[in-house]
Nanobody, 122 residues
Framework: QVQLVESGGGLVQAGGSLRLSCAASTNIFSIYSMGWYRQVPGKERELVAVITVGGSANYAHSAEGRFTISRDNAKNTVYLQMSSLKPEDTAVYYC????????????????WGQGTQVTVSS
């Protein structure tokens, strides 16, 4: 069992930046592919970015060029650096983990955090 705890959400003005963190309770963090997803009420959870065990990243079109996912295996933590934020980025952001092979599909992730709210004001 892996517990994931997100932090770093909050209220920011459009054009601003935030960095989300997700700490994992595992000693073998390096074998987990990690993902960031987001969800707004009434809509399905959607991909933001994923990162492989090797550190390769894949982004949703809406995140490309503005968001950066990274991982620090020594700290068992994955990050999402968000810049040039827009009001449409407002959502609850979730961290997810799965062993080994990375996936864009949320249903393939076995472990999820509780989510952190990001609100971007116009």
């Amino acid at each position: 069992q892996v517990q994931l705890v997100e932090s770093g959400g909050g209220l920011v003005q459009a054009g601003g930046s935030l960095r989300l963190s997700c700490a994992a309770s595992t000693n073998i963090f390096s074998i987990y592919s990690m993902g960031w997803y987001r969800q707004v009420p009434g809509k399905e959870r959607e991909l933001v970015a994923v990162i492989t065990v090797g550190g390769s990243a894949n982004y949703a079109h809406s995140a490309e060029g503005r968001f950066t996912i990274s991982r620090d295996n020594a700290k068992n933590t994955v990050y999402l650096q968000m810049s040039s934020l827009k009001p449409e980025d407002t959502a609850v952001y979730y961290c997810a983990a799965k062993r080994w092979i990375c996936s864009n599909y949320a249903g393939n992730y076995a472990y999820w955090g509780q989510g952190t709210q990001v609100t971007v004001s116009s």
